[in-house]
C-alpha cells in the first residue's frame, strides 16, 4: 500500500494538471504497476467512507420505525455501491476511449480518477460529518455540498483537459461519463439492496 509521502507525491502531480502544467504527469506512475496500485486510492478513502456510512445509516433510520435498527448487511451492500460507483464509471471511460480510438489515454484517466478520489473523499466525509455532529448545519452543509459538487465537475475536466490534449468534445463526454454513471447507479443500488431510504 503507498505510504503518506508517495500519495502525498501523486496529489502534487494532479494539483499540477489542475493548475494545466503538463509536469504533473511526471509526478504520475503511468505503468501497468502504477495503474494497479492506484486502486490503493480505495484503501485510503475508508475513513471517509465510514463517516458516509454513519450518515447514510441515520438517513435511513429515520424513514423507518422508532425500534428498527441496521446491522453488519447493511454496511456490506453500502460497500458494494461503492466499489460498483469506483469502477463502473471508469469500465465506462475506457470503452469510450477505445471507441475513440485513444486507448493509450486509459492509463492516465485510471491513475489520475483513482487519486483524485482520495481528497474529494476526504471532503465529502468533512462535509457529512457536519450533518452527523451537527445536525442544525443541513442548511450550510447543502450549499457546501453543491459547491463541492460544481468544484468537483471543475477539477475533473481541467484534469481530462490535460490528458484528452484538449479536445473540448471528449473532455466533455469524459467528464459526464465518470461522473452520471455514478449518480444513476448509487440510486439504483441502493433502492435494489433494500438500503435507500422508504
Same mark, same amino acid.
Given at each position: 500500500?503507498?505510504?503518506?509521502?508517495?500519495?502525498?507525491?501523486?496529489?502534487? +502531480?494532479?494539483?499540477?494538471?489542475?493548475?494545466?502544467?503538463?509536469? +504533473?504527469?511526471?509526478?504520475?506512475?503511468?505503468?501497468?504497476?502504477?495503474?494497479?496500485?492506484?486502486?490503493?486510492?480505495?484503501?485510503?478513502?475508508?475513513?471517509?467512507?465510514?463517516?458516509?456510512?454513519?450518515?447514510?445509516?441515520?438517513?435511513?433510520?429515520?424513514?423507518?420505525?422508532?425500534?428498527?435498527?441496521?446491522?453488519?448487511?447493511?454496511?456490506?451492500?453500502?460497500?458494494? #455501491?461503492?466499489?460498483?460507483?469506483?469502477?463502473?464509471?471508469?469500465?465506462?471511460?475506457?470503452?469510450?476511449?477505445?471507441?475513440?480510438?485513444?486507448?493509450?489515454?486509459?492509463?492516465?484517466?485510471?491513475?489520475?480518477?483513482?487519486?483524485?478520489?482520495?481528497?474529494?473523499?476526504?471532503?465529502? %466525509?468533512?462535509?457529512?460529518?457536519? #450533518?452527523?455532529?451537527?445536525?442544525?448545519?443541513? %442548511?450550510?452543509?447543502?450549499?457546501?455540498?453543491?459547491?463541492?459538487?460544481?468544484?468537483?465537475?471543475?477539477?475533473?475536466?481541467?484534469?481530462?483537459?490535460?490528458?484528452?490534449? +484538449?479536445?473540448?468534445?471528449?473532455?466533455?463526454?469524459?467528464?459526464?461519463?465518470?461522473?452520471?454513471?455514478?449518480?444513476?447507479?448509487?440510486?439504483?443500488?441502493?433502492?435494489?439492496?433494500?438500503?435507500?431510504?422508504?
Amino acid at each position: 500500500m503507498p505510504g503518506l509521502r508517495e500519495v502525498q507525491y501523486y496529489l502534487a +502531480g494532479l494539483w499540477l494538471l489542475i493548475r494545466l502544467d503538463p509536469r +504533473g504527469f511526471r509526478y504520475l506512475d503511468l505503468s501497468e504497476r502504477g495503474v494497479n496500485r492506484s486502486f490503493w486510492a480505495i484503501a485510503w478513502c475508508l475513513p471517509p467512507m465510514g463517516i458516509s456510512w454513519l450518515w447514510w445509516r441515520q438517513v435511513f433510520l429515520r424513514s423507518m420505525p422508532p425500534e428498527a435498527d441496521v446491522g453488519f448487511a447493511f454496511y456490506l451492500r453500502l460497500g458494494f #455501491v461503492e466499489l460498483a460507483n469506483w469502477f463502473v464509471p471508469l469500465v465506462f471511460a475506457g470503452l469510450l476511449l477505445l471507441a475513440f480510438r485513444m486507448g493509450e489515454r486509459f492509463a492516465p484517466v485510471v491513475v489520475s480518477v483513482n487519486w483524485l478520489g482520495v481528497p474529494l473523499s476526504y471532503i465529502n %466525509g468533512l462535509l457529512l460529518a457536519m #450533518v452527523v455532529f451537527l445536525p442544525g448545519s443541513v %442548511g450550510l452543509v447543502s450549499l457546501l455540498l453543491l459547491a463541492f459538487m460544481l468544484a468537483q465537475v471543475f477539477v475533473l475536466a481541467r484534469i481530462l483537459r490535460m490528458i484528452c490534449h +484538449g479536445h473540448p468534445l471528449m473532455v466533455g463526454a469524459m467528464t459526464l461519463v465518470l461522473l452520471v454513471p455514478s449518480m444513476i447507479l448509487s440510486e439504483y443500488l441502493q433502492h435494489f439492496l433494500g438500503i435507500y431510504p422508504v
